[in-house]
Nanobody, 115 residues
Framework: EVQLVESGGGLVQPGGSLRLSCQAS????????MNWVRQAPGKGVEWVSD????????TYAHSVKGRFTISRDNAKNTLYLQMNSLKPEDTAVYYC????????GGQGTQVIVSS
């Protein structure tokens, strides 16, 4: 059974930082490209970033480029998202996924950027 468990969200002031983690199991993580996607309250799903299976290739949405960094540790089956210079518009539930939509039954981790 594929499981993706996100953690690390919380309440942070504008300009602050958070590091999200995603523990993966049930598939060959080291052979799988991964994504972070998010969904803000009342809005559709937005793709945030992806990373190749090796971790060499990374791409970012324009809205987060230069502020967010995606990475992975294949030995630990873990995906990360370092988020710096957070803005109120980054407020959303963040999901890790093998595709560009939240995984079925995914819980995500809530990020709230507010003063």
């Amino acid at each position: 059974e594929v499981q993706l468990v996100e953690s690390g969200g919380g309440l942070v002031q504008p300009g602050g930082s958070l590091r999200l983690s995603c523990q993966a199991s049930g598939f060959t993580f080291s052979s799988t490209a991964m994504n972070w996607v998010r969904q803000a309250p009342g809005k559709g799903v937005e793709w945030v970033s992806d990373i190749s299976s090796s971790g060499v290739f990374k791409t970012y949405a324009h809205s987060v480029k230069g502020r967010f960094t995606i990475s992975r540790d294949n030995a630990k089956n873990t995906l990360y998202l370092q988020m710096n210079s957070l803005k109120p518009e980054d407020t959303a539930v963040y999901y890790c996924s093998r595709g560009r939509t939240p995984p079925p039954g995914g819980q995500g981790t809530q990020v709230i950027v507010s003063s």
